[in-house]
Each structure stands twice: as C-alpha cells, then as structure tokens.
C-alpha cells in the first residue's frame, strides 16, 4: 500500500530574500508538498535591544512592547501556527535558521511533528546563542 507523500512546512523568520536563493530552493525543490509561514515569532529580547543607554521613559517602553510580544502576540501566533500545522497535516515541519527552530520547538513537540533546523551562520557558531537556546 503507497503511502501519501508528507506534507512539509517551511518555517521562516521573515520573507525571502533576494540573496536567499538556497531558502527558495528549499521551499522549491522539496519532494512533498511544501507550505511556507514567514514572519514566525522571535526571540522579543533580541527584537527590541536597543544600543546604548536609555532613559527610563525608553526602558518602560521597551519592557511594555517585550511583555506584550511575549505575553500576548508570540503565544497567539504559536497557536495559530499550531491551528496551521493540523489543518495542513503537516508531517515535517523545516525551521530555516536555529532561532526560528527554537521558536517551532515546543509547537512540533506538543504535535509530535519532526522538526528539521537548517541554519549555519552566527547562530550555528556564537556561544552566547548557543548557551542560550541549547
């Protein structure tokens, strides 16, 4: 008996690049059906550092938009992408960059999905991300 081919989503940080040739080759030439999410939900910390010292009307503001990407939007959005991941029966699941794979983790375990990370730039090689998202 033939098995259906698995559906498999690419899971991007934002839309694709014009230098990310080798991500649109994924999402092309995968041997499944292929869905794609862009703009999935990254770390809010990293999103809204700023550099250099800030007053303390900046440092509230900053601390409000982290706690309602964290709080509010970033759970939401993890639901919907859960919601998308069933509707879309979705077998596999590729997280494009370690960070994005990080962010689908809890979402493929909850849904016993694999999930394939392909990443090789600072976030395959700095320690302080490393240590962080193990």
Known sequence: MNKPPTN????????????ETFLQAHVDK???AVSYLENFPIDV???FSMPGPLDQTEQLKRRMRIA???????????????????SN????VLAEYGLTG?????????LK???VVHFHGYDAYSKVVLERYK
């Open 68 to 86: 309602w990407h964290r709080y509010v939007m970033n759970p939401k959005k993890n639901i919907h992408v859960r919601k998308f991941f069933k």
């Open 89 to 92: 029966n979705i077998g596999v």
């Open 45 to 47: 910390n990293a999103e």
């Open 30 to 32: 995968l041997g499944a």
């Open 8 to 19: 498999i989503c690419v899971v991007l940080p934002s839309p694709i690049g014009y230098s």
């Open 102 to 110: 990080a962010g689908v983790l809890d979402g493929c375990k909850d």
């Open 113 to 115: 999905i694999p999930l």
